[in-house]
């Protein structure tokens, strides 16, 4: 988990209020990986037992909006956040239902360099999310 202090710095940093209930969402979050909503509000509960479901979903879709944290889809449509937001992919188990990181600069390159062939017209990439779905042994 991220230290409070560190968290505040980087609210401040982005220009957002920092409310307690903001910091106890993110520092739960930064001590999960890629949990569902159900895993934050537990995480949160443990340290912050007032704060209320609604709060915590309002604090999630509000670190979404500020591209604090993103929201992952899994293939099975469950929705996960993950609040790692250096260029990554995700390979996902459909057997364990976990999702692993997956960083290849080289695929990165291959997909820029292909899409920017493609002259899709009108079209400019910003970002690539790919999940990989499988099963691992
Ligand atoms: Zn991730």
Redesign the pocket.
């Known amino acids: 988990m991220l230290p409070h202090t560190k968290i505040v710095e980087l609210f401040r940093s982005r220009g957002i209020k920092v409310t307690p209930q903001r910091v106890a969402v993110y520092s739960a979050l930064t001590g999960l ?2 949990p569902c909503p159900e895993d934050v509000i537990g995480k949160v509960k443990e340290t912050f037992p007032a704060i209320s479901t609604a709060t915590i979903y309002n604090s999630l879709d509000f670190l979404v909006q500020k591209n604090l944290i993103r929201k ?1 889809n899994t293939a099975d449509n469950r929705m996960c956040f ?1 609040w ?1 937001m250096s260029e ?3 390979i996902y188990c459909a057997d364990s239902r976990k ?3 997956f960083r290849d600069e080289e695929l990165t390159r291959m997909i820029r360099e292909y899409i920017g062939k493609k002259c899709i017209s009108g079209f400019e990439l910003t970002d690539i999310q790919l999940q990989l779905v499988g099963y691992m042994k």
């Open positions: 990986k890629h992952v993950d790692d990554h992919y995700h999702i692993l990181d």
